[in-house]
T-cell receptor, first 113, second 115 residues
Framework: AQSVSQHNHHVILSEAASLELGCNYS??????LFWYVQYPGQHLQLLLK??????LVKGIKGFEAEFIKSKFSFNLRKPSVQWSDTAEYFC???????????FGKGTTLSVSS | ETGVTQSPTHLIKTRGQQVTLRCSSQ?????VSWYQQALGQGPQFIFQ???????GRGNFPPRFSGLQFPNYSSELNVNALELDDSALYLC??????????????FGPGTRLTVL
C-alpha cells in the first residue's frame, strides 16, 4: 500500500533559523506530491506542488521543496523561518491513476520570536 | 479561504447514532473528496464523488456512505457511530477533467465528537 512518512513529529526553531522537513513516499510509479499547511484555527492550504519537470519547486511564503526520485523524497525547505510559520505541515502524495491524497502524519512547527 | 464550505462546524453525538455532514464545493468544481483527520494524525481518504457517483474509496467500512447532488454539493453519512469516529471531517473539491492533475481545495472541516 502507498504511504507517506514524515520524519519529524515536532520541530522547534527560533526566528531566522533554516527549516527542512523530511517527507518520503512509498510508490514505485509516477506520483504527484504536495505540501499543505494548517495554521492554528484555519483550514488546510496548499504550500506547493510537484507534478513534473523541474524537481525544485517554489511555493508561497518563501517555501520550496525538492523532489529526489531516487530517494523517494520531497523535503520542504525555507531559508529563514518567521514566527508566523508556526503551523502543522503535511506532505501528501497522489498517484497518477488515483485521485485520493495520501497524507503523512504531519509535522508541528513551533517558531519562537 | 477557499470557496469550500462545510456544516455544521461542530457536532456531538452518542455511540450508535447516525450523523450527516454537508459540504458545498467551490464554484466551478464538480468533484468532492472526504477525509477523516483524527487527533494528531494526517487526513485519511474516505471516498470521492464525481458526477454524483462514488469514484474511489479508502479503507473505511460501509457504514460510511455519501451522496453528491446535481449542484455538486455532497453529504457524508456515518451510521452506528463508534467512539473512534471522533475526528475532524474534511471536504475537498476540485474540477475534473481539468489541468491534469490538479489540486484539491479544502474546507474548514466539521469536528465530530462521539460520546
Amino acid at each position: 500500500a502507498q504511504s507517506v512518512s514524515q520524519h519529524n513529529h515536532h520541530v522547534i526553531l527560533s526566528e531566522a533559523a533554516s527549516l527542512e522537513l523530511g517527507c518520503n513516499y512509498s510508490y514505485g510509479g509516477t506520483v504527484n506530491l504536495f505540501w499543505y499547511v494548517q495554521y492554528p484555527g484555519q483550514h488546510l492550504q496548499l504550500l506547493l506542488k510537484y507534478f513534473s519537470g523541474d524537481p525544485l519547486v517554489k511555493g508561497i511564503k518563501g517555501f520550496e521543496a525538492e523532489f529526489i526520485k531516487s530517494k523517494f523524497s520531497f523535503n520542504l525547505r525555507k531559508p529563514s523561518v518567521q514566527w508566523s510559520d508556526t503551523a502543522e505541515y503535511f506532505c501528501a502524495a497522489q498517484t497518477q491513476a488515483g485521485t485520493a491524497l495520501i497524507f503523512g502524519k504531519g509535522t508541528t512547527l513551533s517558531v519562537s520570536s | 479561504e477557499t470557496g469550500v464550505t462545510q456544516s455544521p462546524t461542530h457536532l456531538i453525538k452518542t455511540r450508535g447514532q447516525q450523523v450527516t455532514l454537508r459540504c458545498s464545493s467551490q464554484s466551478g468544481h464538480n468533484t468532492v473528496s472526504w477525509y477523516q483527520q483524527a487527533l494528531g494524525q494526517g487526513p485519511q481518504f474516505i471516498f470521492q464523488y464525481y458526477r454524483e457517483e462514488e469514484n474511489g474509496r479508502g479503507n473505511f467500512p460501509p457504514r460510511f456512505s455519501g451522496l453528491q447532488f446535481p449542484n455538486y454539493s455532497s453529504e457524508l453519512n456515518v451510521n452506528a457511530l463508534e467512539l473512534d469516529d471522533s475526528a475532524l471531517y474534511l471536504c475537498a473539491s476540485n474540477y475534473r477533467p481539468g489541468p491534469v492533475p490538479n489540486e484539491q481545495f479544502f474546507g474548514p472541516g466539521t469536528r465530530l465528537t462521539v460520546l
